[in-house]
């Protein structure tokens, strides 16, 4: 393989900062990761399936960290994940026009970005009562747009629940990791029936992230707070919503 360059280390740099701050709340990072690859001018054929591989393992990590320390919404997380795994394989089956791809990518960048900034917290929001088709009609609808893009799902779900009082935080953050993992799995394998690349390099980007998942899961299951960065992020991934839907 040809040397790597310098805005390649530099990827190497911020994928797994972005995967510690993402596993810290119970996300996976696909969205991140997506935006991360989409600046450094990878195509979706290949960003897709790569942040879906690096989404596997961090949610993965996370959901370990967090479910032994929550009571875990079992009924709720079945009613989610049951209509999303189906809908999130029939999204990877499609794939975007490039231009419409960034489109809808800077639409949903905005949700992790609400996410980060902890806008919707459990302790202002009055729950609303879940009736027994709101469940499935949301995982359905967060399924297919997450196998579409090439995201677990988790930046989309996480402010819903949180917004109509489903879950508290570690809840929520333990319902979003493994509903992230399985929908992960099945967009990945609706992608594959077609067939898909991975990035030049890719082999460096897997363990690298994961290990900063590891770290982020550990320290977010065990109190661990950190304003600063998680602001940081946001603002990073607000300025790059902003571009790919501008520009």
Known sequence: MEALSN?????????????????????????????????FEIIPAETRPAALILNIGVSGIAFISF????Q????????????????SFAGGLF????????KVLGVLLLFP????????????IKPIERKIWMAPLLGLAIGFVSGLIGIGGGIILSPIILFLGWTDLKQTAAVSALFIFLNSI???????????????????????TLFGG?????????????????????????????KFILF
Do not use: C, Q
């Open 67 to 70: 479910y032994k320390r929550v």
């Open 7 to 39: 805005p390649f280390y530099l990827l190497l740099v911020l994928l797994p900062l972005a995967a510690f701050l993402y596993a810290s709340v119970g996300h996976g990072g696909a969205s991140s990761y997506i935006a991360l690859l989409t600046l």
């Open 113 to 124: 970005t609400i996410r980060l900034l902890n806008i919707f917290s459990s302790k202002e």
């Open 72 to 87: 875990f919404p079992k009924s709720l997380f079945l009613s989610l994940i049951l209509f999303s795994i189906p809908a």
């Open 214 to 242: 590891f770290i982020g899961g550990y320290a977010g299951a065990n109190k661990f707070n950190s304003p600063a960065m998680r602001i940081s992020l946001a603002v990073v991934l607000a300025v790059a919503s902003i």
């Open 186 to 208: 099945s967009g990945l394998i609706g992608i594959s029936i077609t067939g898909f690349h991975l990035p030049d390099g890719f082999e460096w980007m897997i363990p690298i």
């Open 95 to 102: 794939l975007l026009d490039a231009h419409i791809y960034k």
